[in-house]
């Protein structure tokens, strides 16, 4: 016979999604791992909001110009998401750094063969 539904979530349990298992991974490697996670989390929104907003964008430029669908977010919206990404991003920010200058690499970038200013190895 089937379980009831109730005794199903009894038994289960809420385990959060990771891009990056966490398990068998020393103190370190969780500790980059979480990060990841986390970076990658906030680029994919930061990245769809700017699509999203670029859209909404596109939307009230048809809509000034003709009769075109209305923009879905007001200008208190999209001024408030905007500062969302910027946060986001900027947090983000400090984490790369404060993670960088604990390898000892800080902002120098000679570090960074791809960036302006770095050397290759």
Known sequence: MAESSNTAHDSAEF???VWNPLEGLDHKERRYALFLNDAR???QGAHTLMELLAWDEDRRDEACSSSGPAPLLSAANRASLQR???????????????????LGMGTDRTHYPSMPGGHSV
Request: charged share 20%.
């Open 41 to 43: 989390d906030v680029v």
């Open 15 to 17: 385990k959060p999604f």
């Open 84 to 102: 969302f990404a910027s946060a986001s991003l900027s947090m983000l920010h400090a984490e790369i750094e404060g993670q960088c200058d604990g």
